[in-house]
């Protein structure tokens, strides 16, 4: 496909799937239009990266649907002068997305190929506000807290105390969590003080967290029932 193809084919993305299906923050349908999906998934399968769904990008691992990524970018609601804190850089995709809305992006990924490849697509687009870093982000990055918004980007068992520690007051954590019968719906965590205020916002389907090499991420329990 040809440069101006790929526009059309933002365009129809951000009509046909975000537009109409509720999503209404300008910045972040003006970010979607210009920001080229097709970079971060394989070559071969580039025509088909603004079509309605979540695309593999190896070692397991999923790319979010667009609309998804448009969902949590607005549910983040970004004026432009944040410090965000992904977890699950995968492909970069969200992360990108996420620099154009936010002022600093600090994203970790466990798979450091994923991470590799992704740092590569952002330095090709010239996108200087992202720090990748790789390993366990349920572990946050202490470096560079406190953080106005967490964002992960794979659904986690119980939502990590040492992520929602490294928050702003006042910030959030926001992100898929599994409830009972492994499914999964997003919550945010909004911190006052030494205190968390959750909202249930809806179901979703996202690939799990996974904490540590002996963990598959099929174990489903918690121990913080705060996200129940
Ligand atoms: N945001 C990504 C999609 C993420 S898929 C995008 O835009 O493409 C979820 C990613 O989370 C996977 O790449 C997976 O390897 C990563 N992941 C899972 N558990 C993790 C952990 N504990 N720390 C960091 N990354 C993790």
Redesign the pocket.
């Known amino acids: 496909m040809r440069p101006q193809d790929y526009q059309v084919a933002r365009e129809r993305m951000v009509k046909e799937q975000l537009i109409s299906n509720g999503i209404s923050d300008p910045r972040v349908l003006e970010v979607m239009l210009r920001t080229p999906r097709h970079l971060?998934i394989d070559d071969e399968l580039g025509p088909q990266a603004y079509s309605d769904h979540a695309f593999p990008?190896g070692?397991s691992?999923?790319?979010?649907q667009p609309y998804m990524?448009a969902y949590l970018c607005e549910q983040l609601a970004l004026k432009g002068n944040e410090k965000v804190l992904?977890?699950?850089?995968?492909?970069?995709?969200?992360?990108a997305v996420l620099a154009g809305l936010a002022k600093s992006v600090y994203t970790?990924?466990?798979?450091e190929e994923?991470a590799e490849k992704a740092k590569a697509v952002l330095r090709d687009l010239e996108i200087s506000n992202v720090e990748i870093s790789v390993?366990?982000?349920?572990e946050g990055w202490r470096e560079f807290e406190p953080f106005d918004r967490i964002l992960i980007?794979?659904a986690a068992a119980e939502v990590p105390q040492s992520l929602l520690m490294q928050l702003c007051d006042g910030g959030f954590f926001l992100g898929p969590v599994f409830r009972n019968a492994g499914e999964q719906e997003i919550v945010r965590l909004i911190r006052s003080g030494e205190k968390f205020r959750l909202e249930r916002l809806r179901q979703c389907s996202?690939?799990?967290?996974?904490?540590d090499p002996l963990d598959d991420?099929q174990n489903t329990t918690t121990e913080n029932p705060s996200v129940r």
């Open positions: 971060f990008i070692y691992q999923t790319m979010s990524v992904e977890i699950g850089t995968g492909s970069g995709y969200q992360a970790i990924e466990r798979i994923l390993g366990d982000g349920s980007t794979a996202f690939v799990p967290l996974v904490r991420g």
